[in-house]
């Protein structure tokens, strides 16, 4: 069973971005990456030297990061209001 499902994914969608089928705007991407964070940052805590996970988490943190800063140079109140959403520290 995978923990990404799809209705995950609508879920998302639907909570962060316009639609529930609004998969490319820059808050329904950074809400993706941020549940999939999560979830590998636990998978990481019982499997210390699983280094391709490893790997993957950095990956997915510098294209949240990238998506970020490319939300704060666009619309800095919804860099704030998503930021402020998913409880990020920056």
Do not use: C, W
């Not at 639907?14 to 705007?25: A, H, I, V």
């Not at 280094?51 to 860099?79: A, E, F, H, M, P």
């Amino acid at each position: 069973m995978s923990y990404l499902t799809n209705e995950k994914k609508v879920e998302l969608f639907s909570q962060y971005g316009k639609s529930n089928t609004d998969t490319g705007s820059p808050e329904s991407q950074i809400a993706l990456f941020s549940y999939r964070i999560t979830n590998l940052t636990e998978h990481l805590k019982k499997n210390k030297h699983d280094y391709s996970t490893q790997r993957s988490l950095q990956k997915l943190v510098g294209k949240r990061r990238g998506l970020l800063d490319y939300l704060k140079d666009v619309d800095i109140n919804r860099y704030r209001h998503i930021v402020k959403e998913l409880n990020l520290r920056k």
